[in-house]
């Protein structure tokens, strides 16, 4: 990730570099151009942060070359690849309800491989940001990949703007992060933002927001605001607005107009991506550097939008109180509430639940922290829990299904899945449940998705055909309803699920009541985190509380990131089909074949991450749809579950985070209030 820069001055100091003489050098190639100034800064050895003019960036990317033939050919292994995507029926006509635009996004892959064809493009940015557009209309965080023409340059507006409710129940409006803390001390002299580039500001960054990874619009315009929690969860504080993922905005600048009349220009600037050097002269330099494949190998750069900053960090969030009990990478820490009449109260905050990328021991050093902060708040005679899962993007399932068993010991962990039955999916899955289930290899082939047992875990499928159907649903061909895996026999001691294979379950009653446990989110709770929610709400049957969200009145959603049952990546895809050939290879061999010579070669007709036309860093997608007990149609990806209530952020709640917990305890517990018509009950907490 770019480092952020602080202050407007910053880049204006920094987009002056040679200005002086750029003028009678107009005509040079926009990557000379950089080049240029790239070498200028490091002559001055200075140490503020390189960046440029986004439309210069820009200019540049379009002057990389275009290649027709790769480009057809990396559509098609593309859309290879989109066969697992469990979505892409259901999307083109999806169930009401949807707050979301349809899209078909095979379709959109068909009419850019027809444009690549008919030689329409004239650069590789060109091509892969229209591959970018038809990955995000789907509105899903676990579907996303980073091409080699966006590894050039991340671009960015230096301007951060927030959204801010007088009292947490008015409608919220939108401020500079400055002028909104002026506005916190009662200051009369500052405006509020009314539109940006001549468009009213909240439709413009509503529209903007349209194409983030989350298929809730209230969801998707609190990710255009910074956040702390965001910080904590993925060590990125900044919002959309300010970032809009690194890619071109579409703008050069941007006219702010606030209400008072006047008026603001915003430049759109661009860094080198990674903070590396650039020399190069032109786009063909450019695209032989980040395009051009080597050997076996792919780009190192992360597919996953919900993946933490590199930097682990093990010091405590310093926009939050001292805590009570944190874990060594603040995936997990927990809070007493001081304040008058809440000193009753505990709070589980729980940004991440990416347990595994951590280390081998974080996902039992996670349950662990739970489990004695939870003990430690009933001994100190804590009566309510509030659980923070502000910004949480998901992370290792087995932490999620581990901590609603500490909640609910008596309750059996249930996840309703679905992945698309077509064609590669159903060849693996009739080799590998050929496996004899006393050999080596079954061990590893039984923790594989094409092994299945039921939602409630008590039957486990026979067969491939039993598990496969299919099962035709909202115009998909769909595998038998299943959990997400085996808890018996992927619950030991490095993911754990207490109650489940080796892992004992010590707790026999819950530690809080039911209605003593409150959830709060921002709408950005994802993967793992939904299903976390989804277990605590539909199981457990607790309360929910959502914050923030497009400035009008009415229900929020809880979860409006990714609803899906689990993710795959491309390697992950290959290490299947090899596994499968593999197996299949050696059983031919000793003339007792699984599969037949035609499905073999269609396994291996199939791409490979390392072997693509351009180097590549692999995508990730969503391979399973979740379904909720009493619905096993719509997937959750397409369902609205609105909090039982609802508040705006305010300024205070921006700067000192934990006041949240003290807004959502009085609406729950005490005399607050809720934000109209959020509740079903008007304004009071829906109980």
């Known amino acids: 990730m770019f480092s952020h820069l602080t202050t407007l001055s910053v880049v204006t100091w920094a987009l002056s570099v040679s200005a002086a003489s750029s003028g009678s050098r107009q005509s040079e190639d926009p990557c000379q151009q950089i080049a240029r100034r790239y070498q200028q800064a490091t002559n001055a050895n200075t140490t503020r942060p390189f960046v440029v003019p986004g439309e210069l960036a820009h200019q540049c990317l379009l002057t990389m070359p275009f290649e027709p033939e790769k480009g057809v050919s990396f559509v098609e292994s593309l859309v290879e690849y989109l066969q697992w995507q469990s979505t892409s029926d259901v999307l083109k006509n999806p169930p009401n309800g949807y707050l979301s635009h349809p899209t078909d996004i095979l379709g959109g892959m068909e009419d850019i491989r027809i444009k690549a064809v008919a030689g329409k493009y004239t650069s590789q940015y060109e091509f892969d940001n229209d591959i970018t557009r038809v990955f995000q209309s789907a509105n899903d965080g676990h579907l996303s990949t980073t091409l080699c ?38 200051s009369t002299r500052v405006s509020p933002i009314a539109t940006i580039n001549g468009y009213d500001a909240v439709t413009y960054l509503t529209q903007l927001a349209s194409t ?21 969860a993925l060590g990125v504080e900044y919002g959309a607005w300010t970032s809009n993922n690194g890619r071109w905005p579409g703008s050069a600048e941007f006219t702010v107009a606030f209400g008072n009349g006047s008026v603001t220009q915003v430049p759109t600037v661009a860094q080198v991506y990674g903070g590396q050097k650039f020399t190069h002269t032109n786009g063909s330099s450019i695209y032989e ?12 750069s992360s597919t996953s939008t919900s993946k933490r900053s590199t930097v682990k960090t093990s010091s ?26 809440m000193q009753d109260v505990a709070v589980l905050f729980v940004p991440s639940f990416d347990t595994a990328d951590m280390s081998l021991s974080e996902p039992l050093a996670f349950a662990n922290h739970a489990t004695q902060f939870i003990q430690q708040a009933v001994a100190s005679g804590k009566k309510k829990l509030i659980i923070d899962l502000t910004s949480n993007p998901g992370g290792t399932v087995s932490s999620g299904m581990d901590l609603f068993k500490l909640f609910f010991p008596q309750k059996p962990v249930y996840s309703s899945t679905r992945f698309r039955d077509h064609e590669v999916v159903n060849i693996i899955g009739q080799a590998l449940n050929t496996v004899p289930h006393d050999s080596d290899a079954w061990e590893i082939i039984s923790k594989t998705p094409f092994v299945g047992v039921t939602p409630n875990q008590t039957y486990a499928y026979k067969s491939w055909t039993e598990y496969s159907g299919p099962h035709y649903q909202l115009g998909a061909n769909m595998t038998s309803l299943a959990a997400v895996s085996n808890l018996t026999l992927t619950s030991t001691w490095t993911t754990p699920i207490r109650g489940y294979g080796i892992v004992k379950q010590n707790m026999t009653s819950s530690p809080f009541a039911p209605e003593n446990i409150l959830m709060i989110t921002d709408g950005f709770c994802s993967s793992t985190c939904t299903t976390f929610v989804e277990l605590m709400k539909t199981s457990g049957g607790i309360k929910t509380l959502a914050f923030g969200g497009r400035p009008q009145y009415g229900p929020m959603a809880i979860m409006g990131g990714v609803r899906g049952g689990e993710s795959l990546t491309s390697t992950l895809i290959d290490e299947y089909i090899d596994i499968t050939l593999e197996y299949a290879t050696e059983q031919a061999n000793a ?12 396994l291996n007709s199939t791409p490979t991450t390392t072997d693509m036309p351009y180097r590549w860093s692999g995508l990730e997608l969503n391979f399973r749809n979740a379904y909720a007990p009493d619905n096993s149609v719509d997937p959750l990806q397409f369902v609205f579950d609105a909090a039982d209530c609802r508040l705006f952020y305010t300024y205070e709640n921006m700067v000192k985070p934990a006041t949240t917990w003290v807004a959502a305890a009085k609406a729950y517990w005490g005399e607050g209030r809720c934000v109209p018509f959020s509740t079903g009950k008007n304004s009071t907490f829906s109980y």
Do not use: W
């Open 149 to 186: 023409s966006q590894e050039v340059f991340e671009f960015y507006v230096n301007f951060p703007i927030v959204s801010i409710s007088a009292d947490g129940l008015q409608l919220p409006r939108l401020y500079t992060r400055h002028d909104a803390g002026l506005v916190a001390n009662h």
């Open 212 to 232: 983030l990874g989350f298929q809730d619009p209230d969801a998707r315009y609190n990710e255009m605001f910074p956040s702390a929690a965001r910080d904590v």
């Open 289 to 300: 550097a980040v395009c051009s494949p080597t050997d076996g190998s792919t780009s190192e």
């Open 316 to 341: 405590a969030p310093k926009t939050y109180p001292d805590p009570v009990m944190r874990d060594a990478y603040n995936l997990i820490s927990g809070y007493y509430l001081n304040e008058t009449d």
């Open 591 to 602: 003339n007792a074949p699984v599969l037949s010579n035609q499905q073999i070669a269609r």
